[in-house]
């Protein structure tokens, strides 16, 4: 069966400050992307971040980076200086390449920013 | 151009009673998805519909049901309520399953009370 976990239901970081998001996932498949999503409190979920697993380059966004290793299934987010507005729930998500699937998420991490 | 729209935003129903939730989305986006938001649970994939057809089917009971009409726009019905249903229902959008690299776009979601 197709999961995604992650192991760290909540963490905090202090303002400017660099935070690690732990993300594994377990496929059979080669082909397929992951993905970080952001959903601030009482707001829409956003896409942070998308890998494709044939990339061996790990995706960056400014200050939100990946570690993929694809032959762990493991693929971190991190989060550089870190701000007030990164004050959010990230969920790690998988989905199968060029098949009409669904995308699985893992349960989330909640992130606080202490100022 | 105009991003996915869920309506009711909020909602309060008993026991018992039916709720029928509605999902516009982005506009040439054919694909649209469910998802059930618990603080337990995380997010629960319930179906997926393209081109009016539910293409993918999470694990929800029968009282779970949705449709897609010829316009994209989507609705979920949850018949004979529990207490349990009570959730943050998600929609979300996409062109056509990995088109664009698979990404979701998302609704700000509809909330269920149930008492």
């Known amino acids: 069966a197709q999961t995604v976990t992650q192991s760290q239901p909540e963490m905090s970081v202090q303002e400017a400050e660099t935070v690690t998001l732990s993300c594994t996932y377990d496929?059979?498949?080669?082909?397929?992307?992951l993905f970080w999503y952001k959903q601030p409190p009482s707001r829409q979920m956003i896409l942070v971040i998308r890998?494709?697993?044939?990339?061996?380059q790990n995706a960056t966004e400014n200050r939100f980076s990946v570690n993929f290793q694809k032959a762990a299934k493991s693929f971190s987010l991190k989060i550089s200086d870190s701000q007030l507005g990164d004050a959010a729930m990230y969920f790690c998500?998988?989905?199968?390449?060029?098949?009409?699937?669904?995308?699985?998420f893992g349960k989330g991490t909640r992130l606080h920013i202490l100022p | 151009k105009a991003g996915v729209t869920q309506t009711p935003r909020y909602l309060i129903k008993t026991r018992g009673q039916q709720v029928t939730l509605s999902c516009s989305p982005i506009?040439?986006?054919?694909?649209v998805s469910w998802y059930q938001q618990t603080p337990g649970q995380g997010l629960q994939f319930l179906f997926e519909?393209?081109?009016?057809?539910?293409?993918n089917k999470g694990n929800f009971p029968g009282r779970f049901s949705g449709r897609q009409f010829s316009n994209s726009r989507s609705e979920m019905n949850v018949s004979t309520l529990e207490l349990g249903d009570s959730a943050l229902y998600l929609c979300?959008?996409?062109?056509?399953?990995?088109?664009?690299?698979?990404?979701?776009?998302f609704g700000e979601g509809s909330r269920l009370t149930v008492l």
């Open positions: 890998q494709e697993a044939y990339k061996q």
């Open positions: 519909y393209f081109s009016e057809t539910q293409r």
């Open positions: 979300a959008s996409s062109y056509s399953g990995t088109e664009a690299g698979g990404e979701l776009f």
């Open positions: 506009s040439g986006h054919r694909s």
């Open positions: 496929t059979s498949e080669s082909d397929y992307y």
């Open positions: 998500a998988y989905r199968i390449l060029n098949r009409d699937d669904k995308i699985i």
